[in-house]
């Protein structure tokens, strides 16, 4: 059984380490790349690049070398598979893409977006889908940023349903933040009331689907990874999604965690036998490209959101060499 990670630092130092907006995320991010690159970092690099090989080149480009990304333009609910949906949204760094499963017994979703688009991009997205919401019993939050968590309470409000959580990101998300600089800060975004807490390993079910929670603190301290089947044309495959961020950043002990995370994950996603990767912030993954193939696929054709087993280790291991990268790039 995979080693269990646990977060300990005290809840004013998860405000301060985990709360950063997405922008001072970015600002760090270069100025640690505004000093030229140690023989450290440069040999992660490499590493990653050797691990990424063609397949992943673009991936390792974007979290070893180059972390920005422009917003994507929505392509539209999607289904992926026979039993697994996307409502992508215009996702980007900072807008989550919510994917569905319509179980035996009711909906149940990953990630419900931003508060603010519930209405304009949730809800539509799931009734283009032939999906009514009135039937969403569980909504599973990989972790607490409110572009994950924010469309909750509005589920929980509305349809009643169940919402899944690790604890420490109940705690997390429930921490006073400081008021925005400058005065001119959004009122704040409502907030689920407490319900159910993920386990590690301990799979979350709705009517015949499954998703098993794994702890991967870092980005925040109840991240998690996920791990469910999927079938497509009838044919069983394992989706694996790092729900924690994709990108190193914080303070040294925050990096070092991420990474202690990833390897974590990866030994579940071996024991497991991941073979399909997705995201939940897909800016660096070929996730528009693979949702532009299935769409052109003809039958018989292999899914490309289908990478193999094999593939699927290399991608977790060059987002760990990329954050070993980073962790050289902090030190002074």
């Not at 508060?115 to 949730?122: F, I, Y």
């Not at 044309?233 to 990096?255: T, W």
Request: proline share 9%.
């Amino acid at each position: 059984m995979p080693k269990r990670i646990y977060s300990l630092l005290p809840a004013l130092a998860l405000c301060a380490l985990f709360a950063q907006p997405m922008g001072a995320q970015e600002a760090q991010q270069q100025a640690a790349a505004a000093k030229p690159d140690s023989p450290e970092v440069l040999s992660h690099i490499e590493k990653a690049k050797k691990i990424a090989g063609t397949y992943w080149a673009s991936a390792e480009h974007f979290l070893c070398e180059a972390p920005r990304a422009n917003p994507a333009t929505d392509p539209g609910p999607v289904k992926l598979f026979d039993n697994f949906w996307a409502i992508p949204g215009q996702y980007s760094v900072g807008n989550a893409v919510t994917y569905v499963f319509p179980t035996s017994a009711g909906i149940m979703l990953i990630d419900p977006g931003h508060a603010k688009d519930v209405e304009s991009v949730l809800l539509p997205g799931l009734k283009t889908l032939g999906l009514d919401p009135a039937n969403i019993k569980v909504v599973i939050l990989a972790h607490g940023h409110e572009d994950h968590f924010g469309g909750s309470a509005y589920l929980q409000e509305h349809y009643g349903a169940h919402i899944f959580m690790a604890a420490a990101d109940w705690d997390f998300i429930n921490i006073p933040r400081p008021p925005a600089a400058g005065g001119n800060a959004a009122p704040p975004v409502p907030l689920p009331k407490r319900d159910m807490v993920a386990f590690e390993g301990v799979p979350i079910t709705l009517g015949d689907e499954s998703v098993t929670p794994v702890f991967i603190p870092g980005h925040t301290p109840g991240s998690l990874g996920l791990i469910f089947p999927v079938k497509d044309g009838g044919k069983s495959h394992v989706v694996g999604m790092v729900g924690g961020g994709f990108i190193a950043q914080g303070s040294a002990s925050q990096v070092s965690e991420f990474i202690d995370s990833l390897e974590h994950f990866e030994q579940w996603t071996k024991m497991m036998k991941v073979d399909v990767e997705i995201q939940n912030h897909p800016v660096f993954d070929g996730f528009a490209d693979k949702l532009a193939a299935l769409r052109a696929r003809k039958p018989g054709e292999p899914n490309p959101f289908v990478v193999g087993e094999a593939n699927y280790t290399k991608f977790v291991e060059l987002m760990t060499e990329c954050a070993r990268a980073t962790m050289y790039r902090q030190k002074p």
